[in-house]
C-alpha cells in the first residue's frame, strides 16, 4: 500500500525522489526502496512523508482511501488554541482546551 501511493502522491506533487529524501534527511536509495516495497518507513518518517505529500499518514498506511483526510497535529491544534480566547475575552481553561480538542478531532476525522 505504502509504495504506490507514496510514488503516486509524489509524482502528483511534481516531486523526485531525491527531493523528498533531502526533506525528510534521509538518502535517495532508502526512499527509493520505500517505494519499491523494498522496506517500510518507520511512523515518525511516515507522518513527515504524508505532511511534505499533503495528505495523512492513515491514507499512506491504508487505514483510509480518502488522501484528502488530512490529519490535524497536535502541535497546529495547540498553537489554534492557543490563539483563541473564549467568548467573554477570558484564556481558553485547560477543561475547554480538552473539550476543543476532542471536538475538531472527531470533526476532522469523520470529513470525507
Known amino acids: 500500500m505504502i509504495p504506490d501511493r507514496l510514488k503516486k502522491l509524489r509524482k502528483q506533487a511534481g516531486l523526485t525522489q531525491k527531493q523528498i529524501a533531502e526533506k525528510i534527511q534521509v538518502g535517495q536509495n532508502s526512499y ?3 517505494e519499491k516495497g523494498n522496506r517500510t518507513p518507520i511512523q515518525p518518517t511516515i507522518d513527515k512523508l504524508a505532511e ?15 488522501p484528502t483526510c488530512i490529519k ?3 502541535t497546529d491544534l495547540d498553537t489554534a488554541i492557543d490563539n483563541s480566547v473564549a467568548y467573554d475575552g477570558t484564556p481558553i481553561t485547560d477543561h475547554d482546551r480538552e473539550i476543543i480538542k476532542n471536538y475538531l478531532n472527531e470533526y476532522f476525522s469523520n470529513k470525507k
Do not use: H, K, R, V
Not at 511534505?52 to 480518502?66: A, K, M, R
Open 32 to 34: 527509493s526502496n520505500w
Open 52 to 66: 511534505i505529500l499533503n495528505t495523512s499518514s492513515e491514507y499512506l498506511t491504508g487505514i483510509t482511501d480518502d
Open 72 to 74: 490535524i497535529s497536535e
